[in-house]
Nanobody
Framework: QVQLVESGGGLIQPGGSLRLSCAASGFTLDSYAVFWFRQAPGKEREGISCISSSDDRTYNRDSVKGRFTISRDNAKNTVYLQMNSLKFEDTAVYYC???????????????????WGQGTQVTVSS
């Protein structure tokens, strides 16, 4: 079965860290660019980070730059989103997506993707 599965979300205090995972099954993720999105209650979905397939080049939106790091482990067929210095406004459901053709870039965060995960909740609260 071809799917992406996110994990690693949870409840965390402001300033804390979480690492989200996006694990692929049924296909080889290293051939795909991978994108992380989030959607807070009452807000539109926002693309925040991506990693390219060819050279692991990354792009991060300004709102997470310097705090979030995207990386991939091809041996585990998984992409990670390390989130540090979490803020209340980072509370959202986080989704990953993968695509064979879309490039990792600012414009690539506004595209259509081959695969989506089901999401994992991140709640930043004291």
């Amino acid at each position: 079965q071809v799917q992406l599965v996110e994990s690693g979300g949870g409840l965390i205090q402001p300033g804390g860290s979480l690492r989200l995972s996006c694990a692929a099954s049924g296909f080889t993720l290293d051939s795909y660019a991978v994108f992380w999105f989030r959607q807070a209650p009452g807000k539109e979905r926002e693309g925040i980070s991506c990693i390219s397939s060819s050279d692991d080049r990354t792009y991060n939106r300004d709102s997470v730059k310097g705090r979030f790091t995207i990386s991939r482990d091809n041996a585990k067929n998984t992409v990670y989103l390390q989130m540090n210095s979490l803020k209340f406004e980072d509370t959202a459901v986080y989704y990953c997506a993968a695509d064979l053709r879309v490039q990792c870039s600012y414009s690539g965060l506004y595209s259509v993707y081959d695969y989506w995960g089901q999401g994992t909740q991140v709640t930043v609260s004291s």
